[in-house]
């Protein structure tokens, strides 16, 4: 028998008090700048034991318009921007090529909290990127050696194939060279925060950047 799944949907809710800690949050006394403020509030879901903070969905949109989402590992966040690597022969890479525009969104369920940036993207030059990725792990130099990443697929078995070759060469060579593999940064225009509230007066604080530096505001829920 086939899954209910509107059934099964209705038995579900967010921020179960059982494993949800929603902090409180004052807006009045948010730093001046978001980096700031995302700062704490990573280290903070970090203590609070949320799996894979720095997991992310990353929006980005076809030439016409047509929005496109998928997740991506942040790598850094800092006065350049929010960071993201990938290959820029990919999807999302040829997108970003047409439309240099991005949008980034966290969701930390454990503490009810989400995370939303928006801003124009650039890549960074070649041998930051490359050096990015060679200090990362073995998997991830294999992964990107893979390379294809979004065309189609003949067979799994070919999948294998490569990413053996490929494994044996990241292990061999850790600084293998993988000239599509691009670091990008999200350049904040606006990042909102968003702390849910269990009697749904969810906190909402807003920064734009303007000529004179970040403005905040608060936003309906
Ligand atoms: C937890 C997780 C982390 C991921 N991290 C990355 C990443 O950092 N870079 C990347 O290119 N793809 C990453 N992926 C795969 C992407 O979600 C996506 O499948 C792939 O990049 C192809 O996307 P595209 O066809 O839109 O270009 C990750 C997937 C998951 C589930």
Do not use: C
């Not at 040829?94 to 928006?118: D, I, M, S, T």
């Amino acid at each position: 028998m086939g899954t209910d799944l509107h059934e099964l949907l209705r038995t579900l809710r967010v921020w179960d008090p059982e494993t949800t800690e929603l902090p409180a949050f004052d807006p009045a006394a948010a730093p001046a700048e978001p980096l700031a403020l995302f700062t704490e509030w990573f280290a903070q879901a970090v203590a609070a034991g949320q799996s894979e903070p720095h997991t992310m969905s990353l929006a980005t949109a076809d030439p016409d318009g047509t929005p496109d989402v998928r997740i991506v590992m942040l790598h850094g966040a800092d006065e350049e921007g929010w960071a993201f690597a990938t290959h820029a022969n990919s999807r999302k890479g040829r997108q970003l090529a047409a439309r240099p525009y991005a949008a980034l969104g966290f969701y930390w369920p454990v503490q009810g909290r989400q995370v939303r940036v928006r801003g124009p993207v650039t890549a960074a030059p070649a041998q930051e990127g490359q050096a990015d990725l060679h200090a990362r792990s073995t998997g991830a130099l294999a992964a990107a050696l893979t390379g294809r990443q979004s065309e189609v697929l003949v067979s799994t078995q070919e999948l294998a194939r490569v990413s053996e070759e490929a494994w044996e060469r990241a292990r061999r060579q850790p600084d293998a060279p993988v000239p599509s593999w691009t670091l990008y940064r999200v350049h904040p225009e606006e990042v909102e925060f968003f702390q849910g509230d269990d009697r749904r007066r969810h906190v909402r604080l807003a920064y734009r950047r303007t000529e004179e530096g970040w403005t905040k505001a608060l936003l309906w829920p």
